[in-house]
């Protein structure tokens, strides 16, 4: 329920990271002047006795976070792909966020698993471990399918994580809400329709009905990706709350000296993790959408094993176009091209100059061609690009936040493999390959053939439709909303019909 109760929360939050010595930590690894650190200990220093304790075994940040709930540990995910923004000693501290997290009892879990079956777990499985792995959302089992004798992995929610979810969440809406009335200059990027979208996203991830149908999809897409695997689901043993996978061997990407003896090229690795991402997101529509280190597994041939499909990102013909465009121009470094496909997109006002636009785009894209990752601030360049932002008015896209949030994920992964991979370099033969099979001329022939399949639907209604249409023309009383074309609407009608026709016999013929 929202409303200024959740205030509490969000006082228990800010008194928890003091607490428990995050809040310095944050700081102090995000390079904040002593001024700042101060006005945060004094600010939060009233409050402290409201901080949850969390694990004293813990170092300060993790410890806040696992305390605070699973919406926090999803934050701190991300953050432990970052070492370039929080510093390596917390990126690595906060991997224990990824599979590390305490599991809860296997009694508790085998009872969810014959709850949600409606059987006893030995009806199904023959075979059934202690966990395997524990994140925020769910854990882990092995087992072993009764019917085949199939190896897989049983995945379990945690106990009253739906309930966990929607407090944090509606605390974050109070947060949003309170920002977008004090500082309006924040009301551009949309925060209440940014904790929108997060909670649209919660909400599939905690149906693993809907995470299996997304490794389904995801599996049939990437079928043909070489070095690329996705475990299938096994649909007579999953549920609501239970989703059973085929098992996917490999070693944990998390678990560095065991990826060190497997003796694999881990800067291939590196690229192939951003190129897969891209060629997902851009040739299928359909990416990964936490694609961390503790979601991921290396075989021993070297192939890359994807787990975990609770969040699946989706974007349209349209929206990937514009994003190709906008890579590619980076890409060439035509900055230019970059600011025209932001203006004819609509991400940034039209009042705006675009040649400001455009130079300011070259300052952000300049500085990082001809250095390697060890040389560029990725947070200084993500401060900048805000400003830049900010200065054009550009609005928050909110179908966009889940590709931006997982590109910085994936290129984390890759810099982990390999600090000094130039993701720009990386990136262009999927992106150029992309260019030349959707933007040019082969793309207008094949989106005017797809128009002409969708006016050809219309075909049977079309005489009647024209007929209703001369009737109008003929007769100005008022047509019946719907049943009636006159005007303008009667050429484009007859317009449409002619060029279907003219395009389906040129087609044929």
Not at 144 to 162: H, Q, S
Not at 228 to 250: E, I, K
Request: charged share 25%.
């Amino acid at each position: 329920m929202r409303g200024p109760h959740n205030l509490l929360r969000l006082i228990r939050t800010g008194a928890t990271f003091e607490r428990t010595g995050a809040m310095q930590q944050v700081l102090a690894a995000l390079e904040a002047p002593p001024r700042l650190r101060l006005a945060a200990r004094i600010l939060a220093a009233p409050f402290r006795w409201l901080g949850l304790r969390g694990d004293p075994a813990l170092p300060p940040l993790v410890r806040a976070l696992t305390a605070l709930g699973p919406a926090y540990i999803k934050f701190g995910q991300t953050l432990a792909t970052r070492p370039d923004v929080v510093g390596t000693e917390l990126a690595e501290e906060l991997r224990y966020l990824q599979d590390k997290l305490p599991p809860f009892p296997l009694d508790e879990a085998r009872r969810a698993v014959a709850q949600e079956l409606e059987c006893p777990v030995d009806e199904v499985f023959s075979e059934f471990s202690e966990p395997v792995a524990a994140a925020s959302i769910a854990q882990v089992h092995q087992a072993r399918l009764r019917e085949d004798g199939r190896k897989v992995a049983v995945k379990v929610l945690r106990p009253g994580v739906e309930r966990a979810f929607q407090t944090d969440i509606d605390a974050f809406y109070l947060a949003a809400n309170a920002i977008e009335i004090l500082l309006p200059k924040t009301r551009r990027l949309r925060p209440t329709d940014v904790i929108a979208h997060f909670e649209s996203v919660v909400q599939g991830e905690i149906d693993l009905r809907l995470e299996a149908s997304s490794a389904a999809e995801f599996a049939d897409n990437t079928a043909e990706d070489a070095g690329f695997a996705v475990p299938r689901p096994v649909w007579s043993a999953s549920g609501r709350r239970v989703m059973t996978l085929d098992w996917a061997a490999g070693v944990p990407m998390s678990d560095r000296a065991a990826l060190d003896a497997l003796g694999v090229n881990k800067a291939e690795i590196g690229q192939r993790v951003l190129q897969l991402f891209l060629r997902h997101a851009l040739r299928d529509g359909l990416f990964h959408g936490d694609l961390h280190q503790g979601n991921l597994k290396v075989t021993r041939e070297g192939t890359l094993v994807a787990l975990d499909f609770g969040i699946m990102g989706r974007i349209d013909e349209y929206t990937r176009r514009v994003y190709a465009e906008i890579l590619f121009g980076f890409i060439r470094r035509d900055y230019r091209r970059v600011a025209e496909v932001h203006f004819e997109a609509g991400y940034v006002p039209p009042d705006r100059d675009i040649d400001e636009f455009a130079r300011a785009l070259r300052s952000v894209g300049e500085p990082i061609f001809g250095m390697d990752a060890t040389q560029i601030s990725m947070a200084k360049l993500l401060a900048y690009l805000f400003e830049v932002t900010e200065r054009f008015g550009m609005q928050t896209r909110t179908e966009l936040i889940l590709l931006q949030r997982t590109m910085v994920v994936v290129e984390g992964v890759s810099r982990a493999l390999d600090s000094r991979i130039n993701i720009w370099k990386v990136a262009q033969p999927v992106v150029e390959e992309y260019i030349g099979e959707n933007i040019g001329p082969r793309a207008v022939g094949r989106d005017l053939l797809r128009t002409a399949r969708v006016l050809s639907r219309f075909g049977p209604r079309l005489p009647q439709l024209v007929e209703d249409a001369l009737i109008a023309q003929a007769n100005p009383s008022p047509p019946d909303a719907g049943t009636r074309v006159g005007g303008p609407a009667l050429w484009l009608l007859l317009g449409a019909g002619l060029f279907g026709a003219g395009f389906w016999l040129g087609a044929v013929m």
